[in-house]
């Protein structure tokens, strides 16, 4: 097929033109999918603060919550360890002096529920969740009346 246009283009040349475009188009979204799954397998996140590293921690807050109800240790001691990794890589945003307290509770509580969780002792799983849970609120209630903190809602 030439492309060489004379004139009116012919119906066979709009049509190479509409195929070549099609194709440029697909190109692209197909590129731009690409990404987006790459992005979404890997933790684009080296910004601790991002949504999806946020999302995270709740999403696995809410698998010890269901490991807990379920008696499913396994997923609890999983799940604890998964918010540890998560929370170490946004140390760094309240180093603040401030957070110690709240650090140490909630650092504590993973590891004492990852032990519990670990040797199916329930009694020390609920006691620790308790207190997991009750750290997740208690430093962010402290963000949210922070007044050197910027005034997000958070
Ligand atoms: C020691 C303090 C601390 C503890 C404990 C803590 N967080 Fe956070 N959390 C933060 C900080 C700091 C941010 C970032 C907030 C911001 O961007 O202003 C954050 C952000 C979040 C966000 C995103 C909210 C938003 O508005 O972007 C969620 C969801 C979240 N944390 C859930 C949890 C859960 C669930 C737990 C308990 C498993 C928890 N956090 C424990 C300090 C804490």
């Given at each position: ?31 731009g ?9 890997h ?45 170490e ?26 032990a ?12 620790s ?26």
């Open positions: 097929m030439t492309m060489t246009i004379h004139g009116r283009p012919s119906r066979a040349q709009w049509l190479g033109v509409f195929a070549v475009a099609g194709l440029l188009i697909a190109g692209f979204v197909w590129a999918a690409a990404v987006l799954r790459w992005a979404e397998t933790d684009i996140a080296e910004d601790p603060i991002s949504d999806r590293m946020m999302e995270k921690k709740s999403r696995q807050l809410q698998r010890v919550l269901d490991g807990m109800i379920a008696h499913d240790y396994k997923t609890v001691a999983d799940a604890a360890a998964e918010i540890e990794t998560i929370s890589s946004m140390q760094w945003f309240i180093a603040d002096k401030e957070y110690d307290a709240d650090r140490t509770a909630f650092q504590d509580s993973l590891q004492s529920l990852q519990a969780a670990g040797s199916n002792n329930s009694e020390a799983a609920i006691k969740a308790d207190l997991l849970v009750d750290s997740c609120m208690r430093c962010h209630d402290h963000l949210a009346n922070d007044p050197t903190r910027l005034p997000q809602g958070r």
